[in-house]
């Protein structure tokens, strides 16, 4: 099977689920929208609907892969091949009104729909199917707090708990998590991340306390799987899919308020330990699983199962 996979980032999730399919046999092409984020231009995406009217007249492809609802239209606008997307979130549950509502009559438009999580698939409003994203659990892993220390530079007698986001995202809420830190009991200091290598997250993560989240909405976040496959507590707000992810997690929390974030950090630091999540979210972790069950999805549409 050969699939056009089209994306605005190549985000490392991205990535991850297009080396889970190529692992099943799935021979994948990218093309990404030139330039970077919110410096983009009109001329950017007209030179990505070139690269995808090129690529499809060029290559045999089964089928051609949106990822991301900004995506969908230039799939939709080549008409050759069957469309399957993928939802990301800000496409669906965000105050971007011209994206989700761009979403919202493409999509339905496409064979087939994924959604990333159960909460997600409620708020788009169209049929589709759950297909968690997957974590690589061989990259993302326990590692010794002090060896991870180490690697990262961090001091081996303190307590840190991790802001893994820029301060300047308004969704992200760090004035919340400035709060909750200074109202916990206990000497705790609080770091924030940006900019580090994807590789280099998982001794970020481990070298951690605990992973705090103050976000206001999300569609992930993927950092919480990220953390819960190397078993370091998360302590988080209820958005995305977060509960799906930490509610039968031990030494974590899900918090509905500053509060509850308050005491649920306590907790954390209290225990000293780590939690359980990496065992008790294992298919909510698994590319493989996330590979197999894209990879019916493509089946489904290329034999006409699903028609939405």
Same mark, same amino acid.
């Given at each position: ?84 997307? %993928? ?91 400035? %709060? ?11 770091? %924030? ?52 992810v930490l509610s039968d997690v031990e030494n974590s929390a899900v918090c509905a308020d500053a509060d509850e974030l308050v005491a ?38 290329? %034999? ?5």
């Open positions: 099977m050969r699939v056009l996979q089209l994306v605005t980032t190549e985000r490392s999730f991205f990535r991850e689920q297009v080396s889970a399919l190529e692992a099943r046999g799935i021979d994948c092409t990218t093309v990404s929208v030139p330039g970077r984020g919110n410096e983009r231009n009109p001329a950017d995406f007209a030179r990505f609907y070139a690269r995808v009217l090129r690529a499809v007249r060029n290559d045999e492809f089964d089928l051609v892969h949106a990822n991301y609802g900004l995506t969908v239209p230039f799939a939709l606008a080549q008409p050759t091949r069957p469309v399957v997307a %993928t939802l990301w979130g800000s496409d669906v549950m965000s105050d971007i009104d011209w994206l989700v509502g761009l979403t919202e009559r493409t999509a339905p438009r496409c064979d087939a729909v994924i959604a990333p999580s159960e909460r997600l698939s409620r708020a788009y409003p169209g049929e589709d199917v759950v297909v968690p994203f997957g974590v690589d659990t061989e990259r993302f892993r326990p590692i010794d707090r002090a060896t991870a220390r180490e690697r990262v530079g961090w001091d081996d007698d303190e307590a840190v708990v991790l802001f893994p986001y820029r301060t300047d995202r308004p969704e992200k809420n760090y004035e919340l998590a400035e %709060t909750v830190v200074d109202r916990v009991d206990a000497d705790v200091d609080l770091r %924030t991340l940006t900019g580090a290598p994807h590789e280099e997250m998982p001794y970020y993560y481990n070298a951690s306390d605990a992973v705090l989240l103050t976000s206001r909405y999300e569609s992930g976040p993927m950092v919480v799987k990220e953390a819960a496959a190397c078993n370091v507590p998360v302590v988080a707000t209820d958005v995305g899919f977060v509960p799906e649920g950090l306590e907790a954390v630091l209290a225990s000293d330990g780590r939690s359980d999540a990496r065992e008790a979210v294992r298919d909510e972790l698994s590319l493989d699983l996330m590979g197999e069950a894209i990879e019916r999805v493509y089946d489904d549409v290329l %034999t006409q199962k699903i028609h939405v």
